[in-house]
């Protein structure tokens, strides 16, 4: 993930906030349906989807965000960080 964050300090989007920035990835209460995806749960986001009357949209990705996801996976597996 620190790769990751240093990949995105790089963008001009990331550049435009200023200051300084921080990321964690925890479990928490103030985003379950994020929590649930970024960690595979799709039965539980699918159930929380129902509960709140929402139906999740299928968004596309950009070709930035697909690079970022493509250097962060090389970098990875360069440092054999994926089992």
Same mark, same amino acid.
């Given at each position: 993930m620190a790769h990751v964050h240093l990949l995105i300090l790089q963008l001009p989007q990331a550049k435009s906030l200023g200051g300084a920035t921080a990321a964690v990835h925890c479990f928490g209460s103030a985003n379950p349906a994020? %929590? @649930? &995806?970024? $960690?595979?749960?799709? %039965?539980?986001? !699918?159930?929380?989807?129902?509960?709140?009357? &929402? &139906?999740?949209? #299928?968004?596309? =990705?950009?070709?930035? @965000? $697909?690079?970022? #996801? %493509?250097? @962060? =996976?090389? !970098? @990875? $597996?360069?440092?054999?960080?994926l089992a």
């Open positions: 994020a %929590d @649930a &995806v970024s $960690r595979g749960n799709m %039965d539980y986001f !699918n159930a929380l989807c129902s509960q709140l009357g &929402v &139906v999740p949209v #299928l968004q596309e =990705v950009t070709s930035e @965000a $697909r690079s970022l #996801l %493509d250097n @962060a =996976v090389s !970098n @990875a $597996r360069s440092n054999s960080l």
